[in-house]
């Protein structure tokens, strides 16, 4: 007997059977069409599609994807600038309508990836036409800015969303980077001899004030030093005077002739330039005439320094008299 027929059909019917069940993986979704028109969704897990009938047309992913760019832009002074930039993108959700967006506004990957990167280039350029290339370093953030504002509505239409662009490198030509380059250099070269003359002149500033504090302190050392010699001078002449008063006072009082005093300090005097004298000859008259005329002549410029402080003092006191009017 011949079982072919049979055994063909049992394998037509297992076939059949096992085809009608379908897995989703997980982070994507199935979109299943009959004769051609969307029928439903299929979500991640063991589905179960009527067979010979529905098709799956196309599994959707709904994880993060990302695309790398690298296109060049003209600034508005005519300078060339390369970027490298990186998307991330992704399904804006799970909502059949927006899968449906998703599997059915372009023909294949192909063709959205194409219509999405230029679109960013499109952005990109027309906001760079716009700035001049010593403007475009410092405006990363206002260039992303820029392309998600146009994005976002034209993504969502076709059922996605972008989730970030980065600009990882921006690149000008070689005669550019030369030249911003000595700019740079001649900036910085500036800035250094600007600090160094700042650190010159804080220097001598400091020293000019160190050396003027020195020499205040100095002075005002000097000043307190000769104010306490006068004032010991003046201590000492004044203890002086009070001992040799008390002296002429004792003698009086012992019935001695004041001048007894004068002879002790004459001897004295002649004692001390003996013990002190260390080789230099000094003629002093050692007779008691010589003794006398001498002392009647220091009694006698003693009483003209006297007469005269009292005349300059008589002169600093007198009051101002006016001149008689004419």
Do not use: C
């Amino acid at each position: 007997m011949n079982h072919l027929p049979e055994i063909a059909i049992g394998f037509a019917v297992l076939y059949v059977f096992f085809s009608s069940f379908v897995t989703v993986a997980q982070g994507s979704i199935a979109v299943i069409t009959m004769f051609g028109k969307y029928s439903r969704m299929m979500r991640p897990g063991l589905n179960w599609k009527v067979p010979l009938f529905e098709q799956i047309y196309r599994r959707v992913s709904v994880q993060n994807r990302s695309a790398e760019l690298e296109f060049q832009a003209t600034t508005t002074d005519q300078a060339n600038v390369g970027f490298k930039a990186m998307l991330l993108y992704a399904v804006v959700n799970q909502e059949d309508e927006s899968v449906k967006n998703v599997a059915f506004k372009f023909i294949d990957e192909r063709s959205f990836m194409q219509a999405l990167v230029r679109t960013v280039e499109g952005s990109v350029r027309a906001f760079v036409a716009t700035k001049r290339q010593s403007e475009i370093l410092g405006l990363r953030r206002e260039i992303v800015h820029e392309v998600k504002n146009q994005l976002d509505a034209s993504l969502e239409e076709w059922g996605y969303h972008l989730i970030d662009l980065q600009i990882n490198d921006i690149v000008f030509d070689s005669v550019i980077m030369e030249s911003m380059a000595r700019v740079v250099a001649s900036a910085n070269l500036r800035a250094a001899a600007e600090n160094e003359g700042q650190a010159l002149l804080i220097t001598k500033t400091k020293a000019a004030e160190a050396e003027g504090r020195a020499i205040q302190i100095s002075a005002e050392a000097q000043r307190d030093a000769s104010r306490l010699q006068g004032q010991g001078v003046a201590q000492f002449r004044e203890e002086m005077a009070k001992g040799v008063r008390q002296s002429i006072a004792e003698m009086t009082e012992a019935g001695l002739d004041p001048s007894f005093l004068l002879f002790f300090m004459w001897t004295e005097s002649l004692k001390h330039f003996a013990e002190q004298g260390k080789g230099n000859v000094i003629f002093l008259d050692g007779s008691t005439d010589g003794m006398q005329r001498q002392m009647r002549e220091l009694m006698a410029m003693g009483q003209l320094k006297v007469a005269e402080n009292l005349r300059q003092t008589q002169q600093f006191t007198r009051p101002t008299v006016p001149p008689p009017p004419r």
